[in-house]
């Protein structure tokens, strides 16, 4: 039976390649941070872990807790972990760039890198870190998520060169729109963060809030549910020769082609088309 850690396993992907990797047959270790969702893991019928990516002290238990289960070994890990504080940069609190960072980069990097010995240890392992289309291309009024992916971008392809000799296999899965709790969460953030500051980019705040609460026609037919993500996961865990970077749905792709294809200004023209309709 192949062992798994997976982060961020309360709702949407977590949720999702949690419960679709059981009933594969794998052991899965499920972490969350708030009780009632550590239960609603359990009743799934996998090992649910209390886990918060911004302390140290939790991350170390969390990965003691799995080794003391499996004997020492893990065969996989999925961060899937991240949230986001929308709002200008020029709007950002240090505070606000060290919770983004603490949550999305360090903690991720930090449980990674305890991983990594244990993979060396055993002679194999897959490591696959759920980025974002935002880690390729960055988007206005989302700057510090952007950031906070670019670095799990560079962090992960670091990783993947450096462990190319130990057998130990690191994918990147880059979705664009998906079905989870993202867009109500980021509201939240907002609201409790910037909702009450002055700002010159007032107007589009309020647009983009509303953007949040109202998906288009448009928008929900390039929105994929979470398993169009675990479709991906599955293959990176199971392929003899994964692929390094898998992006989800059309967005995704597009965005990363365009990437490739256009300058810098041109590419500024295109997403200023693209957000129109949530900022000026």
């Known amino acids: 039976m192949q ?6 396993c309360s709702t949407g992907i977590g949720w999702c390649a949690a419960e679709t990797l059981h009933k594969r047959g794998y052991q899965v270790f499920a972490t969350a941070r708030k009780e009632e969702d ?18 140290s002290e939790s991350i170390q238990l969390a990965l003691r807790t799995v080794l003391e289960k499996t ?11 991240g949230y986001a504080i929308p709002g200008a940069v020029e709007d950002l609190s240090r505070e606000m760039m060290r919770d983004q960072f ?32 935002l880690g390729v291309v960055a988007l206005p009024y989302r700057g510090n998520y952007n950031a906070s992916k670019f670095a799990l971008e560079a962090y992960t ?7 190319r000799q130990a057998n130990i296999q690191v994918c990147i899965i880059a979705p664009g729109p998906i079905e989870t709790r993202f867009r109500a ?20 705040y309020q647009k983009m809030v509303n953007h949040f609460q109202e998906t288009t026609a448009s928008e929900k037919k390039m929105t994929l549910p979470p398993d169009a993500v675990v479709a991906k ?19 995704a792709h597009m965005f990363a082609w365009l990437r490739r294809l256009l300058p810098d200004a041109a590419l500024d023209w295109v997403i200023a088309r693209v957000m129109s309709g949530e900022v000026k």
């Open 157 to 163: 392809s670091t990783l993947r060169q450096e462990l």
């Open 38 to 55: 550590l239960k609603k893991l359990s009743a799934l019928g996998v090992e649910s872990i209390k886990l918060e990516m911004a302390d």
């Open 102 to 133: 603490e949550a999305n980069v360090f903690g991720l990097m930090e449980l990674t890198n305890l991983v990594v010995p244990v993979m060396r240890k055993q002679g194999h392992g897959r490591i696959v870190h759920n980025t974002s289309i």
């Open 71 to 81: 004997g020492g070994t893990l065969d996989a890990l999925f961060n899937n972990v």
């Open 3 to 8: 062992s798994i850690l997976i982060t961020g």
């Open 185 to 204: 969460t980021a509201s939240k953030s907002f609201e409790e963060n910037l909702s009450d500051k002055a700002s010159v980019h007032a107007d589009n």
């Open 233 to 251: 996961l599955i293959d990176a865990l199971e392929s003899k020769h994964p692929k390094a970077r898998y992006y989800v749905g059309l967005p």
